[in-house]
């Protein structure tokens, strides 16, 4: 496909949460990962289930994961704090020296003023999800109040299987409309911090703001080209606000990821688009035959 992005090997699938993962897996993808990398497209790290699942999980479960992680210096991400009802997750992970720069959060809806700091101190990352948090009814996203701390903040989708379509575009733009509403104020959340949050600010929620999420002389050549030739593109005022208020996938003209062009005249250039189609529905009718699934 072309994309930038990090697999996060995590534990299997109906793994009880009193047994430690094995650990041979993510070793093995670790020693050969180069080989899996699509020339360092696809960078490898550790998807924690964390100290908490249906209930808590003990640190003779846990620490073995994350400190073979650590050992092996792969990043960890972790689903915590995820809805409004699950607090104080964010001070044993603190106390338990179980935040660092290595470490994003997933979600944090219900983190505390006091366990923000924490993250803020550690140097622990955070990423939200507004489209997803709303729909399943965690809450609202504490964007605003993150930032504030000058926590490293990205915004992502979540999954296509949950929410649909994933349209960064709509996410942003969800986000910006959280945080006024919140506030109940128009400006609170401006169009170019809302176009950051995708950008720059991601890609240092990611530990890769060096890398990738501007235009800077030394960055990797991610990049797209909006085309504002069309209806809801043609009038042209703050560039910022337009991309947020306005564009859509199909506004997309050109995607180039690390010098490679993948999307030309809006159109796919490194995909056969009926081929994928064909064999997403092949994989669904095989899902549904194995499962008995009508």
């Not at 699938?13 to 993808?29: F, H, R, V, Y």
């Not at 926590?151 to 733009?173: M, R």
């Amino acid at each position: 496909v072309g994309i930038r992005a990090r697999h996060s090997c995590g534990w299997p699938q109906g793994l009880p949460d009193t047994q430690s993962a094995d650990q041979a897996p993510i070793e093995s993808l670790a020693r050969d990962w180069k080989s899996w990398s699509n020339e360092g497209l696809i960078t490898l790290g550790m998807a924690w289930r964390g100290q908490f699942r249906a209930g808590p999980i003990k640190p003779e479960v846990y620490q073995p994961e994350v400190d073979n992680a650590r050992k092996l210096g792969l990043p960890i991400t972790v689903h915590v704090a995820s809805a409004r009802k699950a607090v104080n997750q964010i001070e044993p992970l603190y106390n338990g020296k179980l935040l660092g720069k290595d470490v994003q959060l997933i979600h944090t809806l219900s983190a505390s003023p006091a366990e923000l700091d924490m993250i803020k101190q550690s140097g622990s990352a955070v990423s939200v999800s507004p489209g997803s948090e709303l729909r399943i009814g965690y809450g609202y996203p504490q964007i605003s109040e993150m930032l504030a701390k000058g926590i490293p903040l990205g915004i992502s989708v979540d999954t296509s299987a949950l929410v649909g379509a994933s349209n960064l575009f709509a996410v942003l733009k969800l986000a910006r409309d959280c945080e006024n509403a919140k506030a109940e104020s128009e400006f609170k959340l401006p169009a170019r911090k809302a176009l950051e949050l995708g950008t720059i600010e991601g890609a240092r929620s990611m530990g890769m703001g060096d890398e990738i999420g501007s235009l800077t002389p030394g960055k990797r050549a991610d990049l797209i080209a909006i085309s504002t030739n069309a209806l809801n593109m043609a009038v042209v005022t703050d560039p910022a606000h337009l991309v947020l208020e306005a564009t859509g996938p199909e506004n997309i003209d050109t995607v180039v990821v690390d010098g490679r062009i993948l999307k030309r005249g809006g159109k796919l250039a490194a995909l056969d688009t009926p081929k994928v189609v064909a064999g997403a529905r092949a994989a669904l009718a095989g899902v549904r035959e194995r499962t008995k699934w009508r």
